[in-house]
């Protein structure tokens, strides 16, 4: 089985920074990306910044240049480095691992739990 859990959510006023970050442990062969998403109450969960295997990012219009996606191999991490946050960046923030727990295996998306951050004005 795999685990993710986040840490690093919070309260900070509008122009701060915050960094999340995101472990991954357990049966894993190998990861095929990792990312964020995020979701406030009524609306999907969106994506806001992803990165595969190979280092190649993608981030949502809304949070390009301001948010920073990196990984740590060695440490199966993934960080979000978030400045110049506004009060529309508030949600919960969920951190995902799409990951082959086998050579033969297909790959398998897990999710944490979530963390809330909240951006006031």
């Known amino acids: 089985q795999v685990q993710v859990v986040e840490l690093g959510g919070g309260l900070v006023q509008a122009g701060g920074s915050l960094r999340l970050s995101c472990a991954a442990s357990g049966s894993i062969f190998t990861f095929n990306a990792m990312g964020w998403y995020r979701q406030t109450p009524g609306k999907q969960r969106e994506p806001v910044a992803t990165?595969?295997?190979?280092?190649?990012?993608n981030y949502a219009d809304s949070v390009k240049g301001r948010f920073t996606i990196s990984k740590d191999n060695a440490k199966n991490t993934v960080y979000l480095q978030m400045n110049s946050l506004k009060p529309e960046d508030t949600a919960v923030y969920y951190c995902?691992?799409?990951?082959?727990?086998?050579?033969?295996?297909?790959?398998?998306?897990?999710w944490g739990q979530g963390t809330q951050v909240t951006v006031s004005s």
């Open positions: 995902n691992a799409a990951i082959r727990e086998t050579l033969y295996s297909g790959i398998v998306n897990f």
């Open positions: 990165i595969t295997s190979g280092g190649s990012t």
